[in-house]
């Protein structure tokens, strides 16, 4: 595969009937993915109760950041995918990018502290050893910011 500076003319590794069908999947995959991520943080934001316990607090922030992936992440590959070219430009691939690494970082954070809160549900279930709201809120807003924060060193340099 050869590229050239201006990331304008590539040599095409895969013919476009191949590429196309992925696009269209990708594009079930982004109404899917909103669709459901969407109505599932519907119902956590409409019902005060849901948002009561640190388990569910964490889901609620996995599916807010699928959510934002479902949003931003899948349409641009799609697109490049149907049209056998990226359309974007350099910004468009710096964004999307961002938004996958950003988005895939704060999951992977999320999920390591869901899991450390089910390790002390269940190791420590008899004591008064228990995650706070309040201490699952900063922790998720540290997994946010930390995500962030590697996100934005490569642009950064």
Do not use: H
């Not at 304008?8 to 476009?16: A, N, T």
């Not at 899948?74 to 697109?79: R, V």
């Not at 690494?101 to 008899?126: A, K």
């Amino acid at each position: 595969m050869s590229i050239s500076n201006n990331l304008s003319s590539y040599k095409q590794l895969e013919p476009c009937y191949i590429l196309r069908p992925i696009g269209y999947y990708l594009i079930f995959l982004w109404i899917f993915g909103i669709s459901l991520n969407g109505s599932i943080l519907y119902i956590f934001i409409r019902y005060k109760k849901l948002r009561q316990s640190s388990t569910n607090i964490f889901i609620g922030s996995l599916i807010l950041t699928d959510f934002i992936g479902a949003c931003f992440e899948i349409p641009m590959p799609a697109i490049a995918l149907i049209k056998c070219r990226w359309i974007f430009g350099y910004a468009g691939c710096v964004f999307e990018a961002v938004i996958a690494y950003f988005s895939g970082c704060s999951n992977m954070y999320i999920l390591c502290l869901l899991s450390m809160d089910r390790y002390f549900v269940v190791t420590r279930s008899f004591t008064a050893t228990t995650i706070t709201i309040k201490q699952t809120y900063t922790s998720i807003l540290c997994a946010y910011i930390f995500a962030l924060f590697w996100t934005l060193m490569p642009i950064i340099g």
